[in-house]
């Protein structure tokens, strides 16, 4: 079996084996490799888009992030150029691999002309996004969140000095001054506490579910002109 379609079936063993996953020394013998080689080809999905998380505990392993469908929509040509931009526009936005896999199918539903006039006009919004790769610890960030789960991280302070296996709850993303952080119960402090996403060395989930906290008694009122962002009704 070449690289290629290897890499497709771990895909589809990943699909099939759905919230239990599968551990690094399972995908190896299955597809008779090293389990080193199973790390470098998850690596190789990490980097098309595809959301391989980490599964902690004895023997580690692998898990697809959960994902919903919803209806066809159809969009104008105007539309589609809109939500291409937006969403190429901010990588580094939580959830961002959803949004990359949301935008490849947005623009391989475009006809060659729609693609051309979303590329020339995406040409002319310039922003400073600074880095624009997203760490992978930072996609577990969001599935903990999203699982309400307790997340362990390896954490890298302002002064260089690590902390490993963290335990922290995710309670929510917040951008400021440039940076973006995990707001999170963290259970060594007692207390809700800032992570910048860029000092997460490493993140795995783990299956202890986060207990219920209220955002605002955990950290306090927002400032005025940080709001929460809102969906359209």
Request: proline share 6%; net charge positive; aromatic share 6%.
């Amino acid at each position: 079996m070449n690289r290629t379609d290897r890499l497709f079936a771990i895909h589809s063993a990943l699909q099939t084996a759905g919230p239990r996953g599968r551990t690094a020394a399972w995908l190896a013998e299955r597809f008779e490799v090293s389990p080193r080689t199973i790390k470098r080809d998850v690596a190789a999905l990490l980097e098309s888009g595809l959301p391989v998380l980490s599964q902690d505990g004895r023997g580690g392993g692998y898990q697809l992030a959960r994902r919903a469908s919803v209806a066809p929509v159809s969009f104008t040509a105007a539309e589609a150029t809109a939500v291409a931009i937006a969403l190429a526009a901010e990588p580094q936005l939580p959830f961002g691999a959803d949004g990359e896999a949301a935008l490849q199918k947005l623009l391989g539903a475009m006809t060659p002309e729609q693609k051309r006039d979303a590329g020339e006009v995406a040409g002319r919004v310039w922003m400073r996004t600074g880095d624009a790769r997203r760490s992978r610890s930072a996609r577990v960030l969001d599935e903990g969140l999203r699982r309400q789960v307790v997340v362990n991280i390896d954490y890298r302070n302002e002064r260089g000095e690590t902390t490993r296996r963290r335990p922290i709850e995710p309670m929510a993303f917040a951008r400021t001054r440039n940076h973006w952080h995990v707001l999170a119960f963290c259970h060594r402090r007692g207390a809700g506490r800032w992570f910048r996403l860029d000092r997460v060395m490493k993140a795995q989930l783990t299956k202890s579910p986060a207990q219920p906290r209220d955002l605002r008694a955990t950290f306090g009122e927002p400032p005025a002109d940080a709001l929460p962002v809102a969906l359209p009704r």
